[in-house]
């Protein structure tokens, strides 16, 4: 093996940048070329890549986004697009790839691996941290700690005012970001696409609290359970209460990645080099039991399995 390329795709996550300069320099530390592709898939298609030295990656560990660009690449789907993509890395003779990004990236690696048979590498970076095998994919905990400060925030001035929030926080298919700012935020309760609600039931229990002498809530909606203005109308019909909504939305996937979040990025994308040079492919590198390890694209990309339970429980004995 001796040049790789590398790309994000699909939603951009915090660390990314640190994940591309552990991928270069970790490569260039083994003498391998390493090339940036631009777009995620759109630039392979397009061959909108560059060969990068240890300077392009300079300066970037401490910012969000991603230096490489990111996109949903729709097109990637269908096969003469597959096939442009091919001909980018036959004529850039490009020897194995390096995908950062989350399930649907990995969809579209492990479909074009299938065809092409060209090596390639995972490395599961999802705000949502929604890829099935695997414990942490980074950047989540940057957007938790973004959600949380904002719902800290909210606390103020629900409790000075005596209002009824409902924050809601990405999350399609996955409460994972819903779950973890509601139990660390204290929140009241908290909707997820993973669980079924009846909105009459919460509405009772807070008119019920509200006459005990509690005069605040923060409720949380992964947006993939519900839309905060929507639940916020008919939560202040039923109840009456003063009811606000707030739709954090995209704050969340920006900003400065936390420690955890680089230090994941780095080690994955120091792994996915590793690997590829060992002869491995088709898999996903992330942290599992607080280990780096390798997980099929075939598991990785099925629905998440997690312990939806515990933290949903703790939550509701909790508040
Ligand atoms: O990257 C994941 C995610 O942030 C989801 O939580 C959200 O549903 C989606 O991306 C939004 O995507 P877009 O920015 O393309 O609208």
Redesign the pocket.
């Known amino acids: 093996m001796k040049r790789i390329a590398v790309l994000t795709t699909?939603?951009?996550?915090p660390g990314m940048n640190a994940a591309i300069r552990a991928v270069v320099r970790f490569g260039i530390n083994r003498k391998l070329e390493v090339m940036g592709v631009f777009r995620g898939w759109c630039g392979l298609i397009n061959g909108d890549l560059r060969l990068f030295d240890s300077h392009s990656v300079s300066g970037i560990i401490n910012q969000g986004g991603t230096i490489l660009k990111t996109a949903?690449c729709p097109e990637f789907h269908e096969e003469k697009y597959q096939e442009r993509a091919f001909q980018t890395v036959k004529k850039n003779n490009i020897d194995g790839i390096v995908v950062i990004g989350?399930n649907g990236s990995f969809r579209a690696a492990h479909s074009f691996y299938q065809k092409y048979k060209v090596p390639v590498m995972g490395v599961a970076a999802?705000?949502?941290n929604d890829i099935n095998g695997v414990d942490y994919a980074f950047g989540a905990d940057t957007a938790i700690n973004t959600a949380l400060a904002a719902i800290d925030n909210i606390r103020d001035t629900a409790t000075s005012m005596e209002r009824v929030f409902v924050v809601e926080v990405?999350?399609?298919d996955c409460g994972f970001?819903a779950l973890s700012v509601a139990l660390g935020g204290g929140c009241e309760d908290v909707l997820i696409p993973e669980k079924k609600y009846d909105l009459h039931e919460m509405c009772h229990a807070i008119v019920e609290g509200n006459l005990r002498g509690k005069v605040s809530w923060i409720i949380v909606v992964a947006?993939?359970a519900g839309s905060a203005v929507d639940i916020a109308k008919q939560i202040k019909e039923i109840t009456t209460l003063e009811t606000r909504p707030v739709v954090l939305g995209?704050v969340?996937?920006g900003g400065r990645p936390t420690a955890f979040s680089r230090d994941i990025a780095l080690n994955l994308g120091k792994m996915a080099v590793e690997s590829l040079l060992n002869g491995v492919t088709d898999k996903a590198v992330g942290l599992v039991a607080g280990k780096i390890a390798l997980v099929d694209f075939e598991t990785a990309i099925k629905k998440k399995e997690y312990n939806v339970d515990n933290m949903f429980n703790l939550i509701k004995v909790l508040s």
């Open positions: 699909g939603g951009d996550a949903r989350g999802s705000i949502d990405m999350g399609r970001i947006e993939g995209h969340q996937r």
